[in-house]
């Protein structure tokens, strides 16, 4: 990068799960942009929007090249075009397509701040940050139970047995408008993401992914597959996909640090551990 260097490591996997048919998420993984959507709208449609976002991603985004936050959100408003094309008109109105959109991108925010990762959010998919001690979710989820957990109605802890707590407030191919939140995160150091659709969050609890992502992992598909076989063996009754980010950013000059270098080069042996798999088999694992 102009001003440093970065490596990023990343795992990633999607299943259809033990209940489902048809696997509606779609992930896309290649920097600077990770991002999971879990499509709605039954069969080919919620399949199809998730798809189209990602196809909308790719689009935009120069592959290997940061980032600007007016891209992104450029990337986020056709998707949006994108999957309000794939509603269907019948006897009973319009069918409509719809999809949950989550990720992070890394982006050069502009005069002179430097880079940052820019995390994005539009329904219940989620974005967490991992600082080897504690997991912190960054995004809030668009959902009927976090209106009422924000009213101070229902606990947070009452949120997953609510009737409606599959009920999404906001998605992409719903409105013609789509407001996504944002938020912009200082690049540096060693920064860790878990980026999933809620069939991994409604299946294990924060404490049971904080106990993959501290592990040293041997698993073919890395901290993701770790996850995602987390959320099958507590049930997965969703569709479920998880993506680990691992970024190391340092200032130009970094390389004459001893330190740096052996930190970058632990990442490096972590990005050939955790390439994700993109070929389907039995486990569901596909490619966005």
Known sequence: MPRGSALIAHSAR??????????????????????????????????????????????HLESGKPSSPEQVLDAIHSSNEAVRALSEAGEEGTAVAGTTLAGVALVDAGDGSGFHWMVFNIGDSRVYAWDGRRLEQLSVDHSAVQELVDAGLIQADEAERHPERNVITRAIGADDFVDPDVWLIPAAGRQVFLICSDGLSKEVDEDGMARVLVGDTGHAAGLAGELVDAALAHGGRDNVTAIVVESELGAAGDDDDETTRDRRSRLSRAAED???RTSGGDNGDVSA
């Open 14 to 59: 999607t299943d259809v799960g033990r209940v489902r048919t048809v696997n509606e998420d779609s992930f896309l993984a290649e920097a600077p942009v990770y991002l999971v959507a879990d499509g709605m709208g039954g069969h080919a449609r919620g399949d199809a929007a998730s798809r189209a976002v990602i196809e909308t991603f790719r689009r």
């Open 274 to 276: 955790t390439r994700p």
